[in-house]
């Protein structure tokens, strides 16, 4: 039985996420007007490209570039893979920089790990609606793919802006309980998102959505010692739900909320 799920934000255009999990559905001669950057999960994907034919296993990448045509299907009894369709109009924006990469020449490169790694957290934030989350993890991924892959150079790290940071600080501060995107922090504060997130990193330490979870869940365990019910927290610290809230406080703390309160009280 097939599970496929096509993935997309309004307010992230030109992005969408694919995730293929099937058996014998083949996918005919195509091709895509955007950069697919993939990694297979289970089984052995195969598809025919550049006139030749290509069996791909688990732990493998699918790279491709847009207007590049090719085929598609299964060649074990199932096949799950994940695959970010990112159009070319799309990556001056995205990725903030003046010589932008040649594209892919290997189509299915090994990994690591660390791809594979990146788009799993994008599916965990596709699931959930937190801008600021979703478009951080993107431009990770984006900047890790096609530094390793596509020949996009590394860049060093932006001298400490500390006026910028501080107020982005102090944004996030004042604002942790709602739902932020990285796009309109940029636009904020005048600075490209890329470059946003690598001077808070220098200076702080974390990424921002990283440090607007920690200041979340400071906050929550404030209130759960005050005895506020847990039911209410999550929506009102700006978590997508229960499960959202729960499994962020443990990350950061190392036990549930129901035990934070119980071990406090």
């Given at each position: 039985?097939?599970?496929?799920?096509l993935?997309?934000?309004?307010?992230?255009?030109?992005?969408?996420l694919?995730?293929?999990d099937?058996?014998g559905?083949?996918?005919?001669r195509?091709s895509?007007d955007?950069?697919?950057?993939?990694?297979?999960?289970?089984?052995?994907?195969?598809?025919?490209?550049?006139?030749?034919?290509?069996?791909?296993?688990?732990?493998?990448?699918?790279?491709?570039n847009?207007?590049?045509?090719?085929?598609?299907?299964?060649e074990?009894?199932?096949?799950?893979?994940?695959?970010?369709?990112?159009?070319?109009?799309?990556?001056?924006?995205?990725?903030?920089?003046k010589r932008?990469?040649?594209?892919?020449?290997?189509?299915?490169?090994?990994?690591?790990?660390?791809?594979a790694?990146?788009?799993?957290?994008?599916?965990?934030?596709?699931?959930?609606?937190?801008?600021?989350?979703?478009?951080?993890?993107?431009?990770?991924?984006?900047?890790?793919?096609?530094?390793?892959?596509?020949?996009?150079?590394?860049?060093?790290?932006?001298?400490?802006?500390?006026?910028?940071?501080?107020?982005?600080?102090?944004?996030?501060?004042?604002?942790?309980?709602?739902?932020?995107?990285?796009?309109?922090l940029?636009?904020?504060?005048?600075?490209?998102?890329?470059?946003?997130?690598?001077?808070?990193?220098?200076?702080?330490?974390?990424?921002?959505?990283?440090?607007?979870?920690?200041?979340?869940?400071?906050?929550?365990?404030?209130?759960?010692?005050?005895?506020?019910?847990?039911?209410?927290?999550?929506?009102?610290?700006?978590?997508?739900?229960?499960a959202?809230?729960?499994a962020?406080?443990?990350?950061?703390?190392?036990?549930?909320?129901?035990?934070?309160?119980?071990?406090?009280a």
């Open positions: 039985m097939d599970a496929n799920r993935q997309a934000r309004s307010w992230l255009p030109g992005v969408e694919f995730h293929a099937f058996s559905q083949p996918f005919g195509h895509h955007a950069f697919a950057i993939g990694a297979i999960l289970h089984g052995v994907g195969g598809y025919q490209c550049r006139g030749a034919r290509h069996a791909l296993p688990a732990g493998t990448l699918s790279l491709m847009p207007e590049e045509p090719h085929t598609g299907h299964a074990s009894p199932r096949l799950v893979y994940r695959m970010l369709y990112v159009e070319e109009a799309r990556l001056p924006q995205l990725l903030g920089r932008l990469p040649r594209g892919f020449s290997e189509l299915n490169p090994r990994d690591d790990g660390a791809v790694a990146a788009l799993a957290r994008l599916v965990d934030e596709f699931a959930r609606d937190d801008a600021l989350a979703l478009e951080s993890e993107l431009l990770q991924l984006l900047e890790l793919v096609f530094t390793r892959h596509g020949g996009l150079r590394e860049t060093a790290a932006p001298p400490r802006d500390g006026g910028v940071t501080a107020r982005l600080r102090d944004y996030l501060e004042a604002h942790y309980r709602e739902s932020i995107g990285l796009e309109d940029a636009g904020l504060l005048q600075r490209h998102p890329r470059h946003l997130i690598e001077a808070f990193r220098r200076a702080y330490g974390v990424p921002p959505h990283t440090y607007l979870l920690q200041r979340r869940v400071a906050e929550a365990k404030r209130r759960l010692l005050a005895g506020e019910a847990l039911a209410d927290l999550a929506l009102e610290l700006g978590f997508y739900d229960q959202h809230f729960s962020t406080f443990k990350r950061f703390t190392g036990v549930t909320p129901g035990h934070y309160r119980r071990g406090g």
